[in-house]
């Protein structure tokens, strides 16, 4: 009797471990929103009046604005520290890792990877995966509005453009600029300038002060992370068009305009993409319309005629019956690249402007 | 009770099956149930990996078709941008063929060029052109519109696009799904249907808005977007349904769709049903399993039943044959001491008269004793115990008894007895003639009975007929014929049913068994015989029996009756009176009792008698000395008599090899005796035993040159001081007895025939009492019933012994129940707890028996008043000479001083000493008799 029990129970027991076995690759049906945990690493520091404090400020706006709990990093470099702080946010529960510089993209790309529910958001990189979005402004079509102000303010017709490198980013700015200056000022002169070096104040300062005692120049705006330009050109009574943030009150007397980054709508929508597990995976190149990028409010320096025409080339652009460059588009040695009727397509203008627009003068 | 218990016992058997096979049910269903999930679960995983690959083939057939669009657009704007006249043309020439859609194209700057222009507004596509990239935008009440840039070099020149109008859509790119029945619409990420799905000719897209739907595809979204396809299943209406969903490559829009769940499992249903299958043939096993189990269970319950049954109905034949036996010996043990009696008046009496007399007392109880032993057979034959012996026998002995035993009751009626026999007939034959008396006594006696006048006929013929070995042989034909009442012919047939008595109102004044003739007849049968009546109501009945008889001396028979005078003449063999005390036996018994008894018995053939009270000893003692006969009881405990024996023969010492040795045994079966006979005993003896037959034994067994006649020697005075203190000890006997109650002297005295042995056998008994009570209670406690059976029927005998039959009924009783016990292997809880309460009935009585002769043992030194006192002087002498006796073993010295000294008064400081020494002499304990004298 026992011994049928048992021979039973075998059975019973041989037959469910063979239930188990099959085993079912589940999947994750959770369509329910949850409120991830969101880290945000930078590689600057948060109070850099610049491209992280936009960063910052953006996600600052969000996380009042939604009550999401986000963490903040400052000066995280892109090497294995940067490996071993997003991997300690996931085992500690984070769900969204917002970086912003296109320096972490390999790092990020081989995480996502490992992590493929944890989702990646990274500023300025180009690639993409299942879980990681990255993107980037159209900011040349601010730089293209902040140029006609340019245009319209300078008497001298020489602006100052401190850069820290050229790269298509940079250069495709710089041309942008130049196309609005040119727009109303076809005489006037943009005098591009680099410090090969985002960051440090002093070549910044050194770089700008030769610009100045080099040229007549009355009006200057750069793309460096510090704003040290800024500041020389402000101290030199030159008029100043920031980048990334306003900062009109740091200078009050001599500053027009910036180009400004709206961070906190992206970040908003992409965040509660990933809340609701439905990030797309792609790389997003997001102009004016969409409202990431945005000129500042012009100080009362610029007149009001100057503000109408920045108002109508706004509008056009937004709608996309226009673009910076619809031809006809000469480069600096007064080549045609882009003929009337034509434009750049994105391909050309994301990675392959390594030329100069007519009207720049850079060294 | 017994039945009661059964059923109890098979209910909890059946809950118990019950029990397990509903948790073996359980099991299954849950089993099952968790199968059935999973297997739904692994099917619909399996779904919608097939419903997912349907949306990605779907997907497919859009994405293929949009970028046919695109591709023909792209071929276009390659040309276009080239040779840009031409182009023109062309495209009045596509846009002619084509009545559906319009072919537009306009400058990057929103020129007008080629047909009507669209705004960047209502399709951001045209912006994506203008970037450089192909594109597809849906503007809902407008259309769909496919966009791809015009290139001259490397920049953006022209946007070339088709319109398709959204009441066309389906038409040119609906697509159907799982041959119709599914429906799939393509949506962009807005959830908005660019592409609907059709039912019965409409455009159907209320079902994609709905909120069930909705949420579907909302919780498809990861999915879709990380491997760019997904499926699941929802709950419609009454129907389930999956939804699937699948990105279409090149586009924003991604395709959803849905498919009654019935149309995906198409097939797979028959998965289920086999998994269903297999499980139902799984149950379905279980089951018969169960099933089988149950009956198994039932099959060993019943013939666990059946082994109750029979055990009862071995115990209630095994009751009914102690019945017997026990009856039969109660019965006739008086009769046998009628008979010895009367068998002493036969010896002894001269007058001729007085012979006669007591020779039909001997008939009587001869006649009495057969009916017993009727009985006694009977029940043999039931038992199929029945022997038939094949010896030779004088056929004239026979009816000598018969007839005279037949003359007697014919007597006292108003009939004849005639006998007719042939005197041709061989007297020697071989054969069992008890058997032939007893047949031919049952037809006779039956005929007397029945017969109130007229005569009786025993008739004896038959015919030399030798057998085929040659050997000579007779058929006897022995006939009663009678002139009685007759039988009808209905009740021939009933005749030789046991326990039959036909014509019950005639007879009912008629005494008898009714087993005589069923008896004859089974004899017969066993003899090789047979039996026909032949009868005529109210004139009379012939009874024949046909027999076949060797003959062992071919002597005729002639004329019977002088053989028996001449019986009758030669003077009956007297009771030999003799003395023999060079004889030395030695005498087996655990109950001491017995032994005394024994010693009693023999005391005036002056044989010296070594008594020993269990195997082991008597072994020790047959090692020491060469004794003349031995005589062994049967049931001891430890070793049994058998046993004993065989120790003894086998012993190396080999002193008693040789001697006789004769078994002591209520056993009262014939078999018995073949038994002891064959386990190595010369002779065998009933108990209790009979002084006559014990000195019977006795002469036949011991050397004939120890037997002196009675006489011979010179009187022992102690004899006759044993018959002047007989009748004093009578006397005090009869008072002890009335004193007490519960025992009866008239009963002792049957047994012991002797005041003297009387009173030392009780006395003996009451000292045993205590202990033997004891040991009784441990033995049955630590369940030795082998030995506590033992106990309890050496209690009965000598329980019966000194006249307390009641007791000693008890203890028979728990002697059967004891035997069975051991035979059931002490599985009956219900017996041995009727067998320990029982015991303690018996052992309240038996001690009770104690307290009461207590009572009367310590008045009874009322002797002693009359005695002269003894000195201490004279008494330390006695000790002395005991003490020399003991170291020589010679008990008959010892028993004489000690009988002079209880003949005296003892002084109060040695009664004590006194008292234990006579306990110990009693108990011929060498040791403590040394001890007790020494200190």
Same mark, same amino acid.
């Given at each position: 009797?026992?011994?049928?029990?048992?021979?039973?129970?075998?059975?019973?027991?041989?037959?469910?471990?063979?239930?188990?076995?099959?085993?079912?690759?589940?999947?994750?049906?959770?369509?329910?929103?949850?409120?991830?945990?969101?880290?945000?690493?930078?590689?600057?520091?948060?109070?850099?009046?610049?491209?992280?404090?936009?960063?910052?400020?953006?996600?600052?706006?969000?996380?009042?604005?939604?009550?999401?709990?986000?963490?903040?990093?400052?000066?995280?470099?892109?090497?294995?520290?940067?490996?071993?702080?997003?991997?300690?946010?996931?085992?500690?529960?984070?769900?969204?890792?917002?970086?912003?510089?296109?320096?972490?993209?390999?790092?990020?790309?081989?995480?996502?990877?490992?992590?493929?529910?944890?989702?990646?958001?990274?500023?300025?990189?180009?690639?993409?995966?299942?879980?990681?979005?990255?993107?980037?402004?159209?900011?040349?079509?601010?730089?293209?509005?902040?140029?006609?102000?340019?245009?319209?303010?300078?008497?001298?017709?020489?602006?100052?453009?401190?850069?820290?490198?050229?790269?298509?980013?940079?250069?495709?700015?710089?041309?942008?600029?130049?196309?609005?200056?040119?727009?109303?000022?076809?005489?006037?002169?943009?005098?591009?300038?680099?410090?090969?070096?985002?960051?440090?104040?002093?070549?910044?300062?050194?770089?700008?002060?030769?610009?100045?005692?080099?040229?007549?120049?009355?009006?200057?705006?750069?793309?460096?992370?510090?704003?040290?330009?800024?500041?020389?050109?402000?101290?030199?009574?030159?008029?100043?068009?920031?980048?990334?943030?306003?900062?009109?009150?740091?200078?009050?007397?001599?500053?027009?305009?910036?180009?400004?980054?709206?961070?906190?709508?992206?970040?908003?929508?992409?965040?509660?993409?990933?809340?609701?597990?439905?990030?797309?995976?792609?790389?997003?190149?997001?102009?004016?319309?969409?409202?990431?990028?945005?000129?500042?409010?012009?100080?009362?320096?610029?007149?009001?005629?100057?503000?109408?025409?920045?108002?109508?080339?706004?509008?056009?652009?937004?709608?996309?019956?226009?673009?910076?460059?619809?031809?006809?588009?000469?480069?600096?040695?007064?080549?045609?690249?882009?003929?009337?009727?034509?434009?750049?397509?994105?391909?050309?203008?994301?990675?392959?402007?390594?030329?100069?627009?007519?009207?720049?003068?850079?060294? | 009770?017994?039945?009661?218990?059964?059923?109890?016992?098979?209910?909890?058997?059946?809950?118990?099956?019950?029990?397990?096979?509903?948790?073996?049910?359980?099991?299954?269903?849950?089993?099952?149930?968790?199968?059935?999930?999973?297997?739904?679960?692994?099917?619909?995983?399996?779904?919608?990996?097939?419903?997912?690959?349907?949306? $990605?083939?779907?997907?497919?057939?859009?994405?293929?078709?949009?970028?046919?669009?695109?591709?023909?657009?792209?071929?276009?704007?390659?040309?276009?941008?080239?040779?840009?006249?031409?182009?023109?043309?062309?495209?009045?020439?596509?846009?002619?063929?084509?009545?559906?859609?319009?072919?537009?194209?306009?400058?990057?700057?929103?020129?007008?060029?080629?047909?009507?222009?669209?705004?960047?507004?209502?399709?951001?596509? &045209?912006?994506?052109?203008?970037?450089?990239?192909?594109?597809?935008?849906?503007?809902?009440?407008?259309?769909?519109?496919?966009?791809?840039?015009?290139?001259?070099?490397?920049?953006?020149?022209?946007?070339?696009?088709?319109?398709?109008?959204?009441?066309?859509?389906?038409?040119?790119?609906?697509?159907?799904?799982?041959?119709?029945?599914?429906?799939?619409?393509?949506?962009?990420?807005?959830?908005?249907?660019?592409?609907?799905?059709?039912?019965?000719?409409?455009?159907?897209?209320?079902?994609?808005?709905?909120?069930?739907?909705?949420?579907?595809?909302?919780?498809?979204?990861?999915?879709?977007?990380?491997?760019?396809?997904?499926?699941?299943?929802?709950?419609?209406?009454?129907?389930?349904?999956?939804?699937?969903?699948?990105?279409?490559?090149?586009?924003?829009?991604?395709?959803?769709?849905?498919?009654?769940?019935?149309?995906?499992?198409?097939?797979?249903?028959?998965?289920?049903?086999?998994?269903?299958?297999?499980?139902?043939?799984?149950?379905?096993?279980?089951?018969?399993?169960?099933?089988?189990?149950?009956?198994?269970?039932?099959?060993?319950?019943?013939?666990?039943?059946?082994?109750?049954?029979?055990?009862?109905?071995?115990?209630?034949?095994?009751?009914?044959?102690?019945?017997?036996?026990?009856?039969?010996?109660?019965?006739?043990?008086?009769?046998?001491?009628?008979?010895?009696?009367?068998?002493?008046?036969?010896?002894?009496?001269?007058?001729?008269?007085?012979?006669?007399?007591?020779?039909?007392?001997?008939?009587?109880?001869?006649?009495?004793?057969?009916?017993?032993?009727?009985?006694?057979?009977?029940?043999?034959?039931?038992?199929?115990?029945?022997?038939?012996?094949?010896?030779?026998?004088?056929?004239?002995?026979?009816?000598?008894?018969?007839?005279?035993?037949?003359?007697?009751?014919?007597?006292?009626?108003?009939?004849?007895?005639?006998?007719?026999?042939?005197?041709?007939?061989?007297?020697?034959?071989?054969?069992?003639?008890?058997?032939? *008396?007893?047949?031919?006594?049952?037809?006779?006696?039956?005929?007397?009975?029945?017969?109130?006048?007229?005569?009786?006929?025993?008739?004896?013929?038959?015919?030399?007929?030798?057998?085929?070995?040659?050997?000579?042989?007779?058929?006897?034909?022995?006939?009663?014929?009678?002139?009685?009442?007759?039988?009808?012919?209905?009740?021939?047939?009933?005749?030789?049913?046991?326990?039959?008595?036909?014509?019950?109102?005639?007879?009912?004044?008629?005494?008898?068994?009714?087993?005589?003739?069923?008896?004859?007849?089974?004899?017969?049968?066993?003899?090789?015989?047979?039996?026909?009546?032949?009868?005529?109501?109210?004139?009379?009945?012939?009874?024949?029996?046909?027999?076949?008889?060797?003959?062992?001396?071919?002597?005729?028979?002639?004329?019977?009756?002088?053989?028996?005078?001449?019986?009758?003449?030669?003077?009956?063999?007297? *009771?030999?009176?003799?003395?023999?005390?060079?004889?030395?036996?030695?005498?087996?018994?655990?109950?001491?009792?017995?032994?005394?008894?024994?010693?009693?018995?023999?005391?005036?053939?002056?044989?010296?008698?070594?008594?020993?009270?269990?195997?082991?000893?008597?072994?020790?003692?047959?090692?020491?000395?060469?004794?003349?006969?031995?005589?062994?009881?049967?049931?001891?405990?430890?070793?049994?008599?058998?046993?004993?024996?065989?120790?003894?023969?086998?012993?190396?010492?080999?002193?008693?090899?040789?001697?006789?040795?004769?078994?002591?045994?209520?056993?009262?079966?014939?078999?018995?005796?073949?038994?002891?006979?064959?386990?190595?005993?010369?002779?065998?003896?009933?108990?209790?035993?009979?002084?006559?037959?014990?000195?019977?034994?006795?002469?036949?067994?011991?050397?004939?040159?120890?037997?002196?006649? $009675?006489?011979?020697?010179?009187?022992?005075?102690?004899?006759?001081?044993?018959?002047?203190?007989?009748?004093?000890?009578?006397?005090?006997?009869?008072?002890?007895?009335?004193? &007490?109650?519960?025992?009866?002297?008239?009963?002792?005295?049957?047994?012991?025939?002797?005041?003297?042995?009387?009173?030392?056998?009780?006395?003996?008994?009451?000292?045993?009492?205590?202990?033997?009570?004891?040991?009784?209670?441990?033995?049955?406690?630590?369940?030795?019933?082998?030995?506590?059976?033992?106990?309890?029927?050496?209690?009965?005998?000598?329980?019966?012994?000194?006249?307390?039959?009641?007791?000693?009924?008890?203890?028979?009783?728990?002697?059967?129940?004891?035997?069975?016990?051991?035979?059931?292997?002490?599985?009956?809880?219900?017996?041995?707890?009727?067998?320990?309460?029982?015991?303690?009935?018996?052992?309240?009585?038996?001690?009770?028996?104690?307290?009461?002769?207590?009572?009367?043992?310590?008045?009874?030194?009322?002797?002693?008043?009359?005695?002269?006192?003894?000195?201490?002087?004279?008494?330390?002498?006695?000790?002395?000479?005991?003490?020399?006796?003991?170291?020589?073993?010679?008990?008959?010295?010892?028993?004489?001083?000690?009988?002079?000294?209880?003949?005296?008064?003892?002084?109060?400081?040695?009664?004590?000493?006194?008292?234990?020494?006579?306990?110990?002499?009693?108990?011929?304990?060498?040791?403590?008799?040394?001890?007790?004298?020494?200190?």
């Amino acid at each position: 009797m026992k011994k049928t029990y048992f021979i039973i129970l075998g059975i019973i027991i041989c037959f469910l471990a063979g239930l188990f076995l099959i085993q079912l690759t589940m999947r994750k049906a959770d369509a329910e929103t949850e409120d991830k945990k969101i880290a945000l690493l930078m590689n600057g520091s948060r109070d850099d009046l610049s491209y992280c404090q936009a960063q910052y400020e953006g996600m600052r706006r969000y996380e009042l604005g939604s009550g999401a709990t986000v963490t903040y990093y400052d000066n995280v470099q892109p090497d294995e520290r940067f490996t071993k702080l997003v991997k300690e946010l996931i085992t500690a529960g984070y769900g969204i890792i917002v970086c912003d510089s296109y320096v972490y993209e390999p790092l990020i790309l081989e995480l996502a990877e490992q992590y493929p529910d944890i989702y990646f958001l990274n500023a300025t990189g180009t690639q993409s995966a299942g879980n990681y979005c990255s993107y980037l402004g159209r900011v040349y079509q601010v730089r293209y509005l902040t140029g006609i102000v340019a245009g319209k303010s300078t008497k001298t017709n020489k602006i100052g453009y401190i850069i820290a490198s050229p790269t298509p980013e940079t250069i495709r700015q710089a041309n942008a600029f130049t196309i609005g200056v040119r727009k109303v000022n076809p005489d006037a002169v943009v005098y591009v300038r680099y410090t090969n070096n985002w960051n440090n104040d002093k070549i910044a300062q050194t770089v700008t002060r030769k610009l100045i005692k080099e040229q007549e120049i009355d009006v200057l705006t750069l793309q460096t992370n510090t704003i040290m330009p800024l500041k020389v050109a402000d101290e030199n009574g030159i008029l100043t068009i920031g980048n990334n943030r306003d900062n009109h009150e740091l200078f009050p007397d001599t500053y027009l305009t910036a180009c400004v980054f709206d961070w906190s709508p992206f970040f908003a929508d992409r965040i509660s993409e990933c809340n609701r597990n439905r990030l797309i995976g792609k790389h997003y190149w997001e102009g004016m319309d969409t409202g990431l990028v945005e000129m500042a409010p012009m100080t009362d320096l610029v007149d009001e005629g100057t503000k109408q025409i920045v108002e109508e080339e706004t509008a056009k652009i937004i709608e996309g019956s226009y673009d910076i460059f619809f031809g006809p588009v000469f480069d600096a040695k007064g080549t045609e690249r882009v003929r009337r009727g034509e434009n750049l397509p994105d391909s050309e203008l994301l990675t392959h402007m390594d030329w100069y627009v007519e009207g720049v003068d850079a060294k | 009770m017994t039945a009661e218990k059964g059923q109890g016992k098979l209910n909890r058997r059946l809950i118990r099956v019950f029990l397990s096979f509903g948790v073996m049910l359980l099991l299954l269903l849950l089993i099952g149930a968790y199968l059935y999930f999973r297997v739904d679960g692994l099917l619909n995983v399996y779904l919608e990996e097939q419903g997912k690959k349907q949306a $990605e083939a779907l997907s497919e057939v859009v994405s293929r078709q949009f970028e046919g669009e695109l591709n023909s657009l792209a071929t276009v704007a390659s040309e276009f941008t080239t040779i840009e006249e031409v182009s023109v043309d062309a495209l009045n020439a596509m846009q002619a063929s084509d009545r559906v859609s319009r072919i537009g194209v306009q400058k990057v700057d929103g020129t007008p060029f080629f047909g009507i222009t669209y705004k960047v507004h209502d399709f951001p596509c &045209i912006k994506r052109a203008i970037h450089g990239e192909e594109a597809i935008s849906y503007s809902q009440g407008k259309g769909l519109l496919f966009c791809v840039p015009a290139f001259r070099d490397r920049n953006v020149a022209y946007v070339i696009y088709r319109f398709y109008p959204e009441n066309v859509l389906f038409d040119y790119f609906g697509v159907s799904s799982f041959g119709g029945a599914g429906r799939v619409c393509v949506s962009d990420r807005n959830n908005r249907i660019v592409i609907p799905a059709i039912r019965n000719g409409k455009t159907e897209k209320t079902l994609f808005t709905e909120r069930v739907v909705v949420d579907g595809f909302s919780e498809l979204t990861r999915e879709l977007y990380l491997t760019g396809s997904a499926a699941t299943f929802r709950r419609l209406e009454q129907d389930d349904v999956m939804l699937y969903a699948a990105e279409i490559a090149g586009s924003d829009f991604y395709l959803t769709g849905y498919v009654p769940k019935s149309v995906v499992q198409e097939g797979v249903q028959y998965i289920k049903m086999v998994v269903a299958l297999v499980f139902a043939i799984l149950v379905a096993l279980v089951f018969l399993g169960g099933f089988l189990m149950a009956r198994l269970e039932a099959r060993a319950h019943e013939s666990e039943q059946f082994r109750a049954l029979s055990l009862i109905e071995r115990r209630s034949n095994a009751a009914k044959s102690d019945f017997l036996a026990n009856m039969s010996h109660e019965i006739r043990t008086p009769i046998n001491a009628i008979l010895g009696m009367n068998e002493m008046i036969l010896n002894e009496s001269g007058d001729e008269q007085i012979k006669v007399y007591a020779e039909n007392i001997e008939n009587a109880g001869n006649n009495l004793l057969s009916i017993i032993n009727d009985i006694l057979d009977f029940s043999k034959i039931e038992a199929g115990r029945m022997e038939i012996l094949d010896a030779p026998y004088r056929l004239s002995a026979i009816l000598n008894d018969v007839c005279s035993m037949i003359e007697l009751r014919v007597r006292s009626k108003n009939i004849a007895f005639v006998t007719d026999v042939d005197p041709t007939i061989p007297d020697g034959l071989y054969g069992d003639g008890q058997r032939i *008396r007893q047949c031919m006594l049952n037809l006779l006696t039956n005929a007397v009975k029945y017969t109130n006048e007229g005569s009786i006929t025993l008739h004896l013929s038959g015919e030399r007929t030798d057998l085929e070995s040659g050997e000579p042989a007779y058929e006897l034909i022995i006939s009663v014929k009678d002139t009685g009442i007759g039988i009808r012919k209905e009740d021939i047939s009933k005749l030789f049913d046991k326990f039959e008595r036909v014509d019950l109102k005639q007879n009912n004044t008629i005494e008898g068994t009714g087993l005589g003739l069923a008896i004859t007849q089974n004899v017969l049968h066993l003899m090789g015989g047979s039996i026909q009546v032949e009868s005529e109501y109210g004139i009379g009945s012939v009874f024949t029996m046909r027999l076949m008889q060797r003959i062992s001396e071919n002597h005729p028979i002639g004329d019977f009756r002088k053989k028996k005078v001449q019986v009758k003449t030669a003077p009956a063999p007297k *009771r030999i009176a003799y003395r023999a005390p060079s004889a030395r036996i030695l005498a087996v018994d655990d109950t001491i009792v017995n032994l005394t008894v024994i010693k009693g018995l023999l005391k005036h053939t002056g044989i010296q008698v070594d008594p020993a009270t269990c195997g082991e000893d008597a072994i020790n003692m047959a090692d020491e000395v060469v004794y003349d006969l031995i005589l062994m009881d049967q049931r001891m405990p430890n070793m049994d008599g058998t046993e004993t024996l065989m120790h003894i023969r086998n012993s190396e010492k080999g002193k008693n090899r040789t001697t006789p040795a004769i078994a002591l045994t209520a056993d009262a079966f014939q078999d018995a005796k073949e038994r002891y006979l064959e386990a190595g005993f010369t002779d065998y003896l009933s108990k209790p035993v009979a002084g006559a037959a014990l000195e019977e034994m006795m002469l036949r067994y011991l050397p004939a040159d120890k037997i002196l006649p $009675e006489g011979s020697e010179k009187t022992d005075p102690q004899t006759h001081t044993a018959d002047r203190e007989g009748s004093r000890e009578a006397e005090f006997l009869k008072k002890v007895y009335d004193r &007490i109650g519960v025992l009866s002297y008239e009963e002792a005295i049957r047994y012991m025939n002797d005041d003297d042995i009387l009173r030392v056998t009780l006395t003996q008994f009451y000292e045993d009492i205590l202990p033997n009570a004891d040991a009784i209670e441990g033995l049955l406690l630590a369940d030795d019933l082998e030995n506590y059976t033992i106990k309890v029927h050496g209690l009965k005998s000598s329980a019966r012994l000194v006249g307390a039959s009641a007791l000693s009924g008890k203890a028979e009783k728990l002697e059967h129940q004891g035997n069975l016990l051991q035979e059931s292997g002490q599985e009956d809880t219900d017996l041995k707890n009727s067998v320990v309460e029982e015991t303690k009935e018996l052992l309240a009585d038996y001690r009770d028996l104690h307290e009461k002769l207590a009572a009367v043992f310590q008045t009874t030194d009322e002797t002693e008043e009359i005695a002269e006192e003894i000195s201490a002087d004279e008494l330390h002498q006695i000790y002395d000479a005991i003490l020399e006796f003991a170291s020589v073993y010679d008990l008959d010295s010892i028993d004489l001083l000690m009988k002079k000294v209880k003949a005296c008064r003892i002084p109060g400081s040695e009664k004590e000493k006194c008292a234990e020494l006579e306990k110990h002499v009693r108990n011929v304990d060498w040791a403590e008799i040394e001890r007790t004298l020494r200190c």
